[in-house]
């Protein structure tokens, strides 16, 4: 069973740049899975930040960026404000209409 | 603009059944996959099942296989999810949401909550 990967907690300082990552239990994470990311507040629906790797969803600041770093998704946040402090979860589509989300970061703007 | 917003929700007993309903409006319902996701309370996000436009396609999420069926309407703009056997571990809130050809649930709903418990 395929699982994802992602750091369960990370902290930035305000104004700092962060990365997280999303990567697979085993194999590599590439654009072949059309990574995504979400962010959420616990309480209230999940907010469509990033897709297709590395598209910003409309409305979604230029500070958010995705990639792929080695072998895994990245969320890159840049100049990290209070705001931020929330609940990020990648996807990873798997194929045959199957999806597999993460387990979540928790961010800490501190 | 684009709405989703599920009903059906509720408390009911392990082995029962429930089916939730998710009114979409804002946009062409027909012309795009959707999908349900759940979080357990406390934790994080699961992908349970999807059905593409005309419903001929569904996938579904190992642990309701078989207990699980994704349904739509199209006249209606509604997509279902019929929920059978109910375990505890099903207890969570339930969105529903839109799934664009970008490979992105670029719209949720508000989410309902579904409790399991005897």
């Known amino acids: 069973q395929t699982v994802v990967t992602q750091e369960p907690s990370f902290s930035v300082s305000p104004g700092g740049t962060i990365t997280l990552t999303c990567g697979l239990t085993?194999?590599?994470?590439?654009?072949?899975?059309?990574p995504s990311w979400y962010q959420q507040t616990p309480g209230q629906a999940p907010r469509t930040l990033i897709y297709?790797?590395?598209t910003r969803s409309s409305g979604v600041p230029d500070r958010f960026s995705g990639s792929i770093l080695g072998n895994k998704a990245a969320l890159t946040i840049t100049g990290a404000q209070a705001d931020d402090e929330r609940d990020y979860y990648c996807?990873?589509?798997?194929?045959?209409?199957?999806?597999?989300f993460g387990g979540g970061t928790k961010l800490t703007v501190l | 603009e684009v709405q989703l917003v599920e009903s059906g929700g509720g408390l009911v007993q392990p082995g029962g059944p429930l089916r939730l309903s998710c009114a979409a409006s804002?946009?062409?319902?027909?012309?795009?996959?959707m999908t349900w996701v759940r979080q357990t309370p406390g934790r994080g996000l699961e992908w349970v099942a999807n059905?593409?436009?005309?419903?001929?396609?569904?996938s579904y999420v190992d642990s309701v296989k078989g207990r699980f069926t994704i349904s739509r309407d199209n006249a209606k703009s509604a997509l279902y999810l019929q929920m059978n056997s109910l375990r505890d571990e099903d207890t969570a809130v339930y969105y529903c949401?839109?799934?664009?050809?970008?490979?992105?649930?670029?719209?949720w709903g508000q989410g309902t909550l579904v409790t399991v418990t005897s």
């Open positions: 949401a839109r799934a664009s050809s970008g490979h992105v649930f670029d719209y």
């Open positions: 804002g946009f062409t319902f027909a012309s795009y996959w």
């Open positions: 059905v593409d436009q005309d419903g001929g396609s569904k």
């Open positions: 085993s194999g590599s994470v590439s654009t072949s899975y059309y």
């Open positions: 297709n790797t590395n």
């Open positions: 996807v990873v589509y798997l194929g045959r209409g199957i999806w597999v």
